[in-house]
RNA sequence: GGCGAGGUAGCUCAGUUGGUUAGAGCGUCGGAUUCAUAACCCGGAGGCCACGGGUUCAAAUCCCGUCCUCGCUACCA
């Protein structure tokens, strides 16, 4: 037993990753943050406990006036867009939080700024000056992707300040060639700037002891593993604050122009937001995040691991007041049909979209993310799975059971529950059964063993129809209408219990059945009633109309929805065809300046140490010459070697990893993303061969 | 290259500190049934637990090595 459920908490604080704003939201983020969350907050909330459920928009950072300024409007409207269709989704999807809001709210700007003030008042932070690229007419710092120029290595005149497109190399903006700043097309020049750092190795032993220590038993391996593995390596200062002019302001002086960077800010979201809830709610906030029997749950992705287990807390830690996440169970990632899912290539499943295609069917996609969700590794999720989930699963077992109930009681009682009668023992054993299903879900979901709640869940219905199956109601009928009275009691109390425990995992189902099992008045059985009571629902209730909570989901609707991956895909395809527009003009003389000439690879063999690169012996008809070249994920170097190759024969050195190369290899790319070689056409071409 | 997480039935996954014959759901095959959305219920088949060593009376589980997948990190035309 963990412990950390063997506490008891007066309260908790339960938060779900801040999405970013700069795009909707998909089923990975569904399958992975918001559903488990959501399904733990409202398990604790039905057995009675004070629970604030917390969420909302990331709205800072330097991808959003990007993003702004490729479209052509402002950052605020960026923001306001996704922050509204994100706050639609969840809300559709019934996630249930106590309160989504916004870091771009004045209550975030001032908690924030608040905490950066206090933390430097403390002298928590450290304060260093480096050189960084400044756009004199634009008046501001440049971060890396608001700096293009040539890049160094390829020569590509459109590289970006943190990566080359066209050769893939990742840069510094201060190693571009002729750099150029995006906002106002002028030539940046480099200007020391100021900027505060949070000394996370300070915090090293606090670390250990915390996690290393204290969470190595209940924490997931996914999550400890990773954590130690940052530990372990040894954590050095990180920049708590950017050159940018979208974000909080540094409260500090010497801050002017400068902003929190957008990881220091975004968690203190989750503070802000249980503030602007306590406002409203007429609560005090502070119990949620200072009181030590409060227990805080982090939900997030495992992207966010090192935020959220290093330095979030190392900003509470180092605060004073804050108490620490019992546990941060991230999820791993969840694949499409084989594949990563990706927002750029816009390979996904938006949430949007799949409200519009499956009108409805909320917990169908609940569900069926639960049940084969990533926690783990990594899952893949397809619509043949999503099919056979809803159609085996839902609509077979729990709906169609539900369904027999329903229709058997309206035949034989005109819809009204009879009276329980002298019950044997298979009935007593049933309803002992009934009466641990609170707990063996209750306490998967408090392991944040989702998909394991989803399969008792689903016992709980396969009972029911065991039950029916064994009792056979529709045979009794005829000789010992008695008895099918009770048969018909116990079938509708399983119902009932359904109705109870299915809440946190299909509230949508739950709703649903709650009202046709008492549509008079509002049906109140709770988590623990499921255990205690004497019975969920009383005889002589009259129930509602039977009503399918299911339906099937055909082979039509999954072939379209493969059809519309499909065309994603061919877009993709179409997108990457086209070429990248023609470059600036270049002279006769720029051209013959490089020397390119025909060459063979005579040895070829790993670089020690490295993933990429490949140590060759070219022949390049002048000499023999070592060229480094980071083709080692394309090809095995036993199967280059004689092969035939353009060698630009006069560019600089340079030293990659101690050995110095010599001159670079023209490469192109294949659809797959493949390196192939660009080589002369026939064979018999002699080594050295000027290249015009 | 370093670190982390995975590798168990056709598929998706459980297997608690080593301990009977390695489990579940789906799929498949067979049976039974008709109240129910041809659904439910019962049963069978299906496993070199990635691979190779080792520790032990006993290994899916612990140790060493190798391979594969994913991630972090270094390096990168």
């Known amino acids: 037993m963990s412990k950390e459920s063997t506490q008891n908490h007066q309260r908790y604080t339960i938060t779900a990753a801040l999405p970013y704003t700069n795009g909707p939201i998909h089923i990975g983020h569904l399958a992975g943050v918001y559903v488990p969350a959501d399904i733990y907050a409202r398990y604790l909330r039905l057995k009675g406990h004070d629970v604030a459920f917390i969420c909302g928009s990331d709205e800072h950072g330097v991808a959003i006036p990007m993003k702004a300024k490729k479209e052509g409007v402002t950052p605020m409207q960026i923001i306001d867009?996704?922050?509204?269709?994100?706050?639609?989704?969840?809300?559709?999807?019934?996630?249930?939080?106590?309160?989504?809001?916004?870091?771009s709210a004045p209550v975030h700007h001032k908690t924030a700024s608040d905490f950066f003030t206090k933390l430097h008042g403390q002298d928590d932070f450290i304060e260093e000056v480096t050189e960084q690229l400044y756009d004199e007419e634009a008046h501001q710092f440049l971060a890396d992707r608001f700096v293009t120029g040539t890049c160094p290595r390829c020569g590509n005149p459109e590289a970006y300040g943190d990566q080359c497109e066209s050769c893939g190399s990742s840069l510094n903006a201060t190693d571009l060639i002729d750099p150029k700043s995006t906002i106002t097309g002028s030539k940046?020049?480099?200007?020391?700037?100021?900027?505060?750092?949070?000394?996370?190795?300070?915090y090293q032993d606090f670390l250990k002891e915390w996690i290393l220590v204290g969470h190595k038993a209940d924490w997931k391996p996914n999550v400890y593993g990773q954590v130690k593995s940052w530990i372990d390596e040894g954590l050095k200062p990180r920049a708590v604050t950017r050159d940018l002019?979208?974000?909080?302001?540094?409260?500090?002086?010497?801050?002017?122009?400068?902003?929190?960077?957008?990881?220091?800010?975004?968690?203190?979201?989750?503070?802000?937001?249980?503030?602007?809830?306590?406002?409203?709610?007429?609560?005090?906030?502070?119990?949620?995040?200072?009181?030590?029997?409060?227990?805080?749950?982090?939900?997030?992705?495992?992207?966010?691991?090192?935020?959220?287990?290093?330095?979030?807390?190392?900003?509470?830690?180092?605060?004073?007041?804050?108490?620490?996440?019992?546990?941060?169970?991230a999820n791993e990632f969840l694949n499409l049909e084989g594949q990563k899912l990706s927002t750029s290539k816009n390979w996904a499943v938006w949430?949007?979209?799949?409200?519009?295609?499956?009108?409805?069917?909320?917990?169908?996609?609940?569900?069926?993310?639960?049940?084969?969700?990533?926690?783990?590794?990594?899952?893949?999720?397809?619509?043949?799975?999503?099919?056979?989930?809803?159609?085996?699963?839902?609509?077979?077992?729990?709906?169609?059971?539900?369904?027999?109930?329903?229709?058997?009681?309206?035949?034989?009682?005109?819809?009204?529950?009879?009276?329980?009668?002298?019950?044997?023992?298979?009935?007593?054993?049933?309803?002992?059964?009934?009466?641990?299903?609170?707990?063996?879900?209750?306490?998967?979901?408090?392991?944040?063993?989702?998909?394991?709640?989803?399969?008792?869940?689903?016992?709980?219905?396969?009972?029911?129809?065991?039950?029916?199956?064994?009792?056979?109601?529709?045979?009794?009928?005829?000789?010992?209408?008695?008895?099918?009275?009770?048969?018909?009691?116990?079938?509708i109390q399983i119902?009932?219990?359904?109705?109870?425990?299915?809440?946190?995992?299909?509230?949508?189902?739950?709703?649903?059945?709650?009202?046709?099992?008492?549509?008079?008045?509002?049906?109140?059985?709770?988590?623990k009633a499921v255990t205690e009571a004497e019975a969920l629902i009383p005889s002589g209730t009259v129930l509602g109309k039977a009503e399918l909570l299911f339906s099937k989901i055909e082979d039509k609707d999954v072939s379209e929805q493969l059809e519309k991956l499909e065309n994603t895909k061919k877009m993709n395809e179409a997108a990457n065809k086209t070429a990248e527009p023609q470059k600036e003009t270049s002279t006769f003389d720029d051209f013959t300046k490089m020397d390119l000439r025909v060459g063979t690879i005579i040895e070829a063999e790993k670089m020690p140490k490295a993933d990429k690169l490949l140590v060759l012996k070219v022949d390049t008809g002048i000499d023999t010459r070592t060229v480094v070249s980071g083709i080692a994920k394309s090809f095995k170097p036993e199967d280059i070697i004689g092969k035939q190759v353009t060698v630009l024969v006069n560019l600089a050195p340079r030293k990659l990893r101690g050995v110095e190369?010599?001159?670079?290899?023209?490469?192109?790319?294949?659809?797959?993303?493949?390196?192939?070689?660009?080589?002369?056409?026939?064979?018999g071409v002699t080594n050295g061969t000027i290249i015009s």
């Not at 649903?512 to 709770?526: G, N, Y």
């Open 81 to 103: 867009k996704y922050h509204s269709l994100i706050k639609d989704s969840f809300e559709r999807f019934g996630i249930a939080f106590d309160n989504y809001s916004r870091t």
């Open 188 to 202: 940046p020049v480099l200007r020391e700037t100021r900027h505060w750092f949070l000394p996370l190795d300070r």
């Open 245 to 329: 002019d979208w974000g909080i302001p540094v409260p500090v002086k010497g801050g002017e122009g400068k902003v929190l960077y957008v990881w220091f800010d975004a968690p203190i979201g989750y503070i802000s937001s249980t503030k602007e809830w306590a406002e409203r709610e007429g609560k005090d906030w502070e119990p949620y995040w200072k009181d030590k029997d409060t227990k805080l749950v982090h939900f997030i992705g495992k992207d966010n691991i090192v935020f959220h287990c290093v330095i979030f807390p190392v900003m509470l830690h180092a605060h004073g007041d804050y108490v620490l996440p019992e546990n941060v169970p």
């Open 351 to 491: 949430l949007h979209e799949y409200l519009e295609d499956f009108p409805g069917r909320e917990d169908v996609l609940r569900y069926t993310l639960t049940a084969n969700a990533p926690e783990t590794k990594d899952n893949d999720f397809t619509w043949k799975d999503f099919q056979a989930r809803n159609n085996n699963e839902l609509v077979a077992i729990f709906g169609n059971f539900v369904n027999r109930v329903m229709v058997l009681t309206q035949k034989y009682y005109d819809g009204k529950v009879p009276e329980a009668g002298s019950l044997q023992e298979i009935d007593r054993q049933t309803l002992e059964e009934v009466q641990k299903a609170p707990a063996l879900i209750g306490k998967a979901i408090e392991n944040y063993r989702f998909r394991e709640a989803s399969q008792q869940l689903m016992n709980l219905a396969r009972l029911g129809n065991k039950y029916l199956a064994d009792e056979e109601p529709w045979k009794q009928i005829k000789t010992d209408p008695e008895r099918v009275q009770s048969i018909m009691y116990v079938a």
């Open 495 to 527: 119902t009932a219990a359904l109705a109870v425990v299915s809440e946190p995992l299909l509230p949508f189902t739950s709703a649903k059945l709650k009202a046709m099992l008492s549509p008079e008045k509002e049906f109140t059985p709770d988590w």
């Open 661 to 683: 190369s010599q001159g670079m290899i023209l490469m192109t790319e294949n659809k797959e993303g493949k390196l192939v070689f660009v080589n002369p056409d026939e064979a």
